[in-house]
């Protein structure tokens, strides 16, 4: 019995030795994963935009619920005619559902008030571009916008992600390669990276057709 528990002491020190061996190891690597150096690397570019969409509003009152309806429709027609005759096709130009209110109030200037909302949605941006700049020419047709809006957008963004994600991640370890070499350090492997987000704004106010890219990547590269 003197023997047996002898070497049952002797196995659970054994066993302790060895555990306390991994933990020992476990918590140097652990170590040597905490040595790292975390970088962003930026990748920017300019772009056209390749949708516009054009938005335009306008107001009819009146106190007559018949020549109210026969001024919106007025209005919607010279508006179809300014935008075909500019080259946009029929399926380009939509018309949202016209809004009236009813005003109550027995000093009321004008009992009903319209509210009419169309667009257009093209690829068309440089006609969009230049059409825009006539609308002038509706007011001699007796149309009066009360909003006149143009958004271009870049929808394409699937186009230029490779070439953008290839640089920043470049720049990143460019930034991370002379922090290793200045601290006298060697750089290992990436250890985490997040890709970014891809921001998109408008180049400069003046050419809003024009978009920049913009996306910053973060890598965190072990250092041996």
Not at 28 to 39: A, T
Not at 50 to 74: E, G, P, Q, R, T
Request: charged share 25%.
């Amino acid at each position: 019995m003197e023997y047996i528990k002898k070497y049952s002491v002797f196995i659970i020190s054994g066993t302790v030795l060895v555990f306390s061996l991994v933990c020992f190891f476990a918590a140097y690597n652990f170590s040597k994963q905490g040595s790292y150096v975390e970088v962003k690397g930026l990748s920017e570019k300019i772009v056209k935009a390749d949708v516009a969409i054009w938005s335009m509003n306008f107001d009819v009152k009146s106190n007559n619920i018949d020549a109210l309806y026969a001024d919106i429709n007025k209005n919607i027609s010279s508006i179809n005619s300014f935008l075909t005759d500019k080259g946009f096709e029929a399926s380009e130009i939509n018309v949202a559902p016209v809004n009236i209110y009813q005003d109550t109030y027995k000093d009321a200037l004008f009992r009903y008030n319209s509210t009419t909302q169309m667009s257009v949605y093209t690829k068309k941006v440089d006609l969009v571009r230049s059409a825009s700049k006539d609308t002038l020419l509706l007011v001699k047709k007796g149309v009066t916008l009360s909003q006149n809006s143009i958004e271009f957008q870049f929808s394409n963004i699937n186009s230029v992600k490779p070439e953008m994600l290839a640089e920043a991640i470049k720049n990143a370890k460019d930034a991370a390669q002379q922090f290793a070499s200045e601290s006298g350090s060697k750089l290992g492997e990436v250890s985490r990276g997040s890709q970014g987000v891809f921001d998109i704004t408008d180049k400069d106010p003046g050419s809003p057709e024009y978009k920049k890219i913009r996306v910053v990547s973060t890598l965190r590269f072990l250092l041996d």
